[in-house]
């Protein structure tokens, strides 16, 4: 998506012209402008300079956006706000006329405050007085009459046309009646000079600029603070770094590092661009990243980010992603298109003010007419009118939805939840199912020793050494849990030799004059007797979807360790808060079913889908999608095809790049309660954008009839322009105040979830069932149930297996398959076992 700066833009109706006029231009796709921030997403082929003449031709300006470094800088910030000084200043020089103004007209004529002589009983001086201050007020703010009218000429009438025609109307009217006035003194009419006093309008012309001034100032300030959260983090870029060059050391703009450059971050010092760690130890601060306040400790080979900060160590490190790619310019991109966006509830008021100042001035001429047809005065009949145009407020519509949107991703991006789109923001709270990944997103992701089963006549610590010693040398997963955590016991390893992978088996080595062996049951079987109540607890822990290591030292059974990739500890809070809130919850994996269910029971999910691969999690995800909308979270490449599919991708931050490409919505601190903690702030910013909406639609329902008059036979109420300004000036101030609201909304507060209301009560899946095969295996030599378990055990390995059924008694084993496998493979698995299959 392309970015640009659009100028000259006041209310919804203005926004609503640029993004007609750019989605015309051959080759753009699509074209999203935000009144909030002044900027206009554009997607397509189309060159710069088309569109940039497109925005010119309907009466605006445009330039391409700068990057986000470069945009850093004050006196580049797109964001800054340079609107409210000025129109500060604006505001003080029209109060300061304007206080005068009311001085002659109101505080004269109605409570007798006392005039120089020079004008007693002098009525055409009086009203000249006021002409001229209120020429010099419309002088001021003559930046309503230059846009209102040039968007008029466009035929694109905007906010500014209603503010122009309704000031300049009274003005104009105000001006006649002087005129007239000065024509009756001549004639020594002073009944009809009394008279034409009573018709000037200079003050309402005057006063609507001024409180209308008054009201965009307010918007102004307030808008400003709902960008608060962007700004924060383009003042995080760092501006200088410490690179080294020939050796020594050489300060440089921070946009100026390249990849490979290495540079040097002391204690205190913020790390410029993204890299890895070449020397040093250090604790990082990640809290403008991530916003966890707990600082992670950093070593060689570790990769550090720009804009955090280093407390402790000194560090060398060589750069790995820079300018706008590092992971602050990422967020800060995904922020700044979030605000860029459009969600599809903007649509509704998009419509609306497409034709809604058109409508406002048919509105007030009709009003005019009718008040003139049935008698009244044309000053009655203009000021109805004029009212009717400026209580008439289509920026409290076009403000509604994206002050929200843009105040609900800051919140976001500073609790470590990027929503790439105002779509995403959107459509998450409407979420019903959610998919969740099993490795790394509800477990770990890397394998932790979970129990220690030492043999009779064994300890534990015994069985660690002997553990240790032996998976010292051995690269696979496994071995390193067990590393770990005879590293965290304190045990020291003792030093082997001969050391030798068997594959599928295990490992063998020699400590001193003993022969160690470590591997499956199948492998350890023939080096050494096993106890009928440790293989007992052995298939129990494998029914717990753990992987029991057996362990023996010169022909005798040491031990069992089991190893699993445990559940996140924040996994099970997460699942239930998600169920809280009416989701229910599938866990996709392509581990077998068994090692899936266990799991699953821990984390409490609704449903488990097991052995799925990458393309399956694809078709599982559309076929819940036909129950309700979708959101999977994962990690891994081979989540993007499911993140690609679900109504919402949520990657989970640590995650690779490509699954981060993929997802609507990007957890920065790897946590899954954030994914019911996005859920929550999506819910609370759309039911925000409701109140604005509903604000917008029913100020204009109730106060354009009120100011056409329509309450006066009925009640009396009869509405003055400058009244009507007034309303005007605060609506969307009220507007912006409310989506300000949610920068105080908790995103981990659960007492006030609610269950949305949900058709998808349970989950019928049937993918399973679909797609279930049988094979049956006629299996001779099974004598027990002691050989039932070990060919179940053995067929279930299989990640294609559901289940195996198996009876020694009849000489089977029915195998349930959820995909297609090698049957060969199945039958030699078996026979290796020391089983005949036919």
Same mark, same amino acid.
């Given at each position: 998506?392309?970015?640009?700066?659009?100028?000259?833009?006041?209310?919804?109706?203005?926004?609503?012209?640029?993004?007609?006029?750019?989605?015309?231009?051959?080759?753009?796709?699509?074209?999203?402008?935000?009144?909030?921030?002044?900027?206009?997403?554009?997607?397509?082929?189309?060159?710069?300079?088309?569109?940039?003449?497109?925005?010119?031709?309907?009466?605006?300006?445009?330039?391409?956006?700068?990057?986000?470094?470069?945009?850093?800088?004050?006196?580049?910030?797109?964001?800054?706000?340079?609107?409210?000084?000025?129109?500060?200043? #604006?505001?003080?020089?029209?109060?300061?006329?304007?206080?005068?103004?009311?001085?002659?007209?109101?505080?004269?004529?109605?409570?007798?405050?006392?005039?120089?002589?020079?004008?007693?009983?002098?009525?055409?001086?009086?009203?000249?007085?006021?002409?001229?201050?209120?020429?010099?007020?419309?002088?001021?703010?003559?930046?309503?009459?230059?846009?209102?009218?040039?968007?008029?000429?466009?035929?694109?009438?905007?906010?500014?046309?209603?503010?122009?025609?309704?000031?300049?109307?009274?003005?104009?009217?105000?001006?006649?009646?002087?005129?007239?006035?000065?024509?009756?003194?001549?004639?020594?009419?002073?009944?009809?000079?009394?008279?034409?006093?009573?018709?000037?309008?200079?003050?309402?012309?005057?006063?609507?600029?001024?409180?209308?001034?008054?009201?965009?100032?307010?918007?102004?300030?307030?808008?400003?603070?709902?960008?608060?959260?962007?700004?924060?983090?383009? #003042?995080?870029?760092?501006?200088?770094?410490?690179?080294?060059?020939?050796?020594?050391?050489?300060?440089?703009?921070?946009?100026?590092?390249?990849?490979?450059?290495?540079?040097?971050?002391?204690?205190?010092?913020?790390?410029?661009?993204?890299?890895?760690?070449?020397?040093?130890?250090?604790?990082?601060?990640?809290?403008?990243?991530?916003?966890?306040?707990?600082?992670?400790?950093?070593?060689?080979?570790?990769?550090?980010?720009?804009?955090?900060?280093?407390?402790?160590?000194?560090?060398?490190?060589?750069?790995? #992603?820079?300018?706008?790619?590092?992971?602050?310019?990422?967020?800060?991109?995904?922020?700044?298109?979030?605000?860029?966006?459009?969600?599809?509830?903007?649509?509704?008021?998009?419509?609306?003010?497409?034709?809604?100042?058109?409508?406002?001035?048919?509105?007030?001429?009709?009003?005019?007419?009718?008040?003139?047809?049935?008698?009244?005065?044309?000053?009655?009949?203009?000021?109805?009118?004029?009212?009717?145009?400026?209580?008439?407020?289509?920026?409290?519509?076009?403000?509604?939805?994206?002050?929200?949107?843009?105040?609900?991703?800051?919140?976001?991006?500073?609790?470590?939840?990027?929503?790439?789109?105002?779509?995403?923001?959107?459509?998450?709270?409407?979420?019903?199912?959610?998919?969740?990944?099993?490795?790394?997103?509800?477990?770990?992701?890397?394998?932790?020793?979970?129990?220690?089963?030492?043999?009779?006549?064994?300890?534990?610590?015994?069985?660690?050494?002997?553990?240790?010693?032996?998976?010292?040398?051995?690269?696979?997963?496994?071995?390193?849990?067990?590393?770990?955590?005879?590293?965290?016991?304190?045990?020291?390893?003792?030093?082997?030799?001969?050391?030798?992978?068997?594959?599928?088996?295990?490992?063998?080595?020699?400590?001193?004059?003993?022969?160690?062996?470590?591997?499956?049951?199948?492998?350890?079987?023939?080096?050494?007797?096993?106890?009928?109540?440790?293989?007992?607890?052995?298939?129990?822990?494998?029914?717990?979807?753990?992987?029991?290591?057996?362990?023996?030292?010169?022909?005798?059974?040491?031990?069992?360790?089991?190893?699993?990739?445990?559940?996140?500890?924040?996994?099970?809070?997460?699942?239930?808060?998600?169920?809280?809130?009416?989701?229910?919850?599938?866990?996709?994996?392509?581990?077998?079913?068994?090692?899936?269910?266990?799991?699953?029971?821990?984390?409490?999910?609704?449903?488990?889908?097991?052995?799925?691969?990458?393309?399956?999690?694809?078709?599982?995800?559309?076929?819940?999608?036909?129950?309700?909308?979708?959101?999977?979270?994962?990690?891994?490449?081979?989540?993007?095809?499911?993140?690609?599919?679900?109504?919402?991708?949520?990657?989970?931050?640590?995650?690779?790049?490509?699954?981060?490409?993929?997802?609507?919505?990007?957890?920065?601190?790897?946590?899954?309660?954030?994914?019911?903690?996005?859920?929550?702030?999506?819910?609370?910013?759309? #039911?925000?954008?409701?109140?604005?909406?509903?604000?917008?639609?029913?100020?204009?329902?109730?106060?354009?009839?009120?100011?056409?008059?329509?309450?006066?036979?009925?009640?009396?109420?009869?509405?003055?322009?400058?009244?009507?300004?007034?309303?005007?000036?605060?609506?969307?101030?009220?507007?912006?105040?409310?989506?300000?609201?949610?920068?105080?909304?908790?995103?981990?507060?659960?007492?006030?979830?609610?269950?949305?209301?949900?058709?998808?009560?349970?989950?019928?899946?049937?993918?399973?069932?679909?797609?279930?095969?049988?094979?049956?295996?006629?299996?001779?030599?099974?004598?027990?149930?002691?050989?039932?378990?070990?060919?179940?055990?053995?067929?279930?390995?299989?990640?294609?297996?559901?289940?195996?059924?198996?009876?020694?008694?009849?000489?089977?084993?029915?195998?349930?398959?959820?995909?297609?496998?090698?049957?060969?493979?199945?039958?030699?698995?078996?026979?290796?076992?020391?089983?005949?299959?036919?």
């Amino acid at each position: 998506m392309e970015q640009y700066h659009v100028t000259g833009m006041s209310c919804a109706a203005c926004s609503a012209r640029v993004e007609k006029a750019v989605s015309k231009v051959p080759g753009v796709t699509a074209c999203s402008v935000s009144l909030l921030t002044n900027s206009m997403g554009v997607e397509g082929t189309a060159s710069a300079e088309d569109i940039i003449h497109a925005v010119e031709q309907a009466g605006y300006g445009a330039s391409p956006k700068q990057d986000s470094r470069s945009a850093s800088s004050a006196d580049s910030d797109p964001l800054a706000d340079h609107e409210t000084p000025a129109l500060k200043r #604006r505001l003080i020089a029209s109060v300061g006329f304007l206080v005068i103004l009311m001085y002659f007209s109101m505080g004269h004529m109605m409570w007798g405050w006392p005039l120089p002589p020079f004008f007693t009983d002098n009525h055409v001086a009086m009203g000249l007085v006021q002409l001229l201050l209120t020429i010099i007020i419309m002088v001021i703010n003559r930046k309503f009459f230059v846009s209102g009218f040039s968007s008029l000429l466009h035929r694109a009438p905007n906010m500014d046309t209603l503010v122009a025609l309704g000031s300049g109307a009274a003005f104009v009217y105000s001006t006649y009646a002087l005129f007239a006035m000065t024509d009756a003194q001549v004639k020594g009419n002073m009944d009809a000079v009394m008279a034409y006093m009573h018709e000037f309008y200079f003050e309402s012309a005057a006063m609507i600029l001024t409180l209308i001034t008054v009201g965009k100032m307010l918007e102004a300030r307030s808008k400003g603070k709902t960008t608060d959260a962007l700004k924060g983090l383009m #003042r995080l870029s760092p501006k200088t770094a410490v690179v080294l060059r020939n050796g020594k050391e050489v300060t440089i703009p921070a946009e100026q590092v390249q990849r490979g450059d290495q540079f040097v971050v002391r204690p205190g010092e913020s790390i410029p661009v993204d890299g890895v760690i070449l020397e040093g130890q250090s604790a990082i601060n990640e809290s403008a990243l991530t916003g966890e306040s707990i600082p992670v400790d950093k070593a060689q080979g570790d990769t550090v980010s720009a804009a955090t900060m280093n407390q402790s160590g000194f560090l060398r490190c060589e750069a790995t #992603r820079v300018g706008e790619d590092t992971t602050l310019s990422q967020i800060i991109r995904m922020v700044s298109d979030a605000a860029a966006t459009k969600a599809p509830i903007a649509k509704v008021a998009d419509k609306v003010s497409g034709v809604f100042v058109p409508a406002v001035i048919a509105v007030a001429i009709v009003t005019i007419l009718v008040w003139l047809l049935v008698g009244q005065t044309v000053g009655f009949a203009l000021a109805r009118g004029i009212s009717v145009l400026v209580i008439s407020c289509p920026c409290a519509l076009g403000l509604a939805t994206p002050v929200a949107i843009m105040v609900g991703s800051g919140i976001g991006a500073k609790n470590g939840i990027l929503f790439k789109t105002a779509v995403s923001l959107e459509e998450a709270g409407k979420i019903q199912i959610v998919a969740l990944d099993k490795t790394g997103t509800i477990t770990c992701g890397e394998p932790r020793v979970t129990d220690i089963l030492p043999a009779d006549g064994t300890t534990e610590e015994a069985l660690i050494s002997l553990a240790y010693a032996l998976e010292q040398k051995s690269e696979h997963p496994l071995a390193k849990a067990i590393l770990e955590y005879a590293q965290s016991r304190q045990i020291t390893a003792e030093e082997v030799t001969a050391f030798q992978a068997l594959p599928g088996n295990g490992l063998s080595a020699v400590l001193g004059k003993s022969t160690l062996y470590g591997g499956n049951l199948k492998f350890i079987r023939t080096k050494a007797a096993i106890p009928p109540e440790l293989e007992r607890q052995a298939e129990q822990l494998s029914e717990a979807g753990k992987t029991p290591l057996f362990f023996s030292k010169d022909n005798v059974l040491i031990g069992i360790i089991a190893v699993a990739d445990v559940i996140k500890e924040e996994s099970p809070e997460a699942i239930r808060q998600l169920q809280n809130m009416g989701i229910q919850v599938v866990m996709l994996t392509g581990d077998n079913a068994r090692t899936a269910r266990a799991i699953g029971r821990q984390a409490g999910v609704n449903e488990v889908i097991a052995g799925v691969l990458p393309d399956g999690k694809e078709a599982v995800i559309r076929q819940l999608a036909q129950q309700g909308k979708v959101a999977m979270v994962g990690d891994g490449i081979n989540d993007a095809p499911a993140l690609t599919r679900a109504d919402i991708g949520i990657a989970i931050g640590a995650g690779t790049d490509v699954a981060m490409d993929a997802a609507d919505i990007v957890l920065m601190k790897s946590r899954l309660t954030d994914v019911p903690a996005a859920i929550r702030l999506s819910r609370a910013t759309l #039911r925000n954008i409701h109140e604005n909406l509903f604000w917008a639609f029913i100020y204009n329902v109730i106060g354009i009839p009120l100011a056409a008059g329509v309450w006066i036979p009925l009640f009396g109420w009869k509405l003055n322009p400058m009244f009507g300004a007034a309303a005007m000036s605060l609506s969307s101030f009220c507007v912006v105040s409310n989506a300000l609201r949610l920068n105080f909304f908790q995103l981990h507060r659960t007492d006030r979830d609610k269950k949305i209301k949900s058709a998808v009560q349970t989950l019928q899946f049937t993918k399973q069932e679909e797609t279930k095969m049988e094979l049956v295996l006629h299996i001779q030599g099974m004598m027990c149930p002691h050989c039932e378990a070990t060919v179940k055990k053995t067929l279930e390995a299989f990640p294609e297996v559901s289940e195996a059924v198996v009876s020694h008694k009849e000489g089977t084993a029915v195998v349930t398959l959820h995909t297609a496998v090698d049957e060969a493979a199945l039958k030699q698995a078996v026979t290796d076992q020391g089983y005949e299959v036919q």
